[in-house]
C-alpha cells in the first residue's frame, strides 16, 4: 500500500452509491488519502433493437452514458472543491469485476448496499455482496437513506 491511501468507490447514480461517494471523499479527507470514482458499463443484452427507431446520433452509446452519469454524481455530491484527490474512471465490464480489479492495492472500497437494478427492499445488492466477499482490500457498505454522524439523510 503507498504512503497515501486510494480509496476507491463504485457509483452508478443510486442514491446508495452517491452517499458512499460523500462517506469515501469525508473519509479520505480525515486520513490524507485520495478517492478513485469508478463506474463499469456492459451492453445490455438487447442493445441495437430499443434505439433502433431513433437517429444514432440521439441516443448515447454505454459508454457515454456511464460517463455523464459519474461526472453527474461527483458534481452532485462533492461540488467544485472536494478538499482531496479524485479521479474518475469509466470501464468497460460487469461493476463487480471492475471494482475488484480497482481495488487491487487500495486502502479501502466503499460501495452503496444497493444498485439501481435488481430486488427492491433486499440489503445487500449483488454487486455490494459480492465485494464483502472476494475484496482484496476491507469494504465499506454505506445504505441509502440513513442519518450520518452530522445528521444529513440526503447528500
Not at 479520505?28 to 433502433?52: H, L
Amino acid at each position: 500500500m503507498s504512503a497515501t491511501p486510494r480509496i476507491v468507490v463504485g457509483v452508478d447514480g443510486s442514491p446508495a452509491s452517491e452517499r458512499a461517494l460523500r462517506w469515501a471523499v469525508d473519509y479520505a479527507r480525515a486520513v490524507g488519502g485520495t478517492v478513485s470514482a469508478i463506474t463499469a458499463w456492459e451492453y445490455p443484452a438487447f442493445y441495437g433493437w430499443a434505439g433502433a427507431s431513433l437517429p444514432p446520433e440521439d441516443v448515447l452509446n454505454p459508454e457515454e452514458l456511464a460517463g455523464k452519469t459519474l461526472a453527474a454524481s461527483v458534481a452532485r455530491v462533492i461540488g467544485d472543491d472536494p478538499g482531496v484527490r479524485i479521479s474518475e474512471t469509466v470501464t468497460p465490464g460487469n461493476a463487480t469485476q471492475a471494482l475488484l480489479e480497482a481495488a487491487r492495492g487500495a486502502a479501502l472500497l466503499v460501495v452503496g448496499s444497493r444498485g439501481l437494478g435488481g430486488f427492491t427492499g433486499v440489503l445487500l445488492g449483488s454487486v455490494s455482496r459480492h465485494l464483502t466477499e472476494h475484496a482484496p482490500c476491507p469494504v465499506v457498505v454505506i445504505r441509502a437513506g440513513q442519518t450520518d454522524a452530522q445528521g444529513r439523510t440526503d447528500i
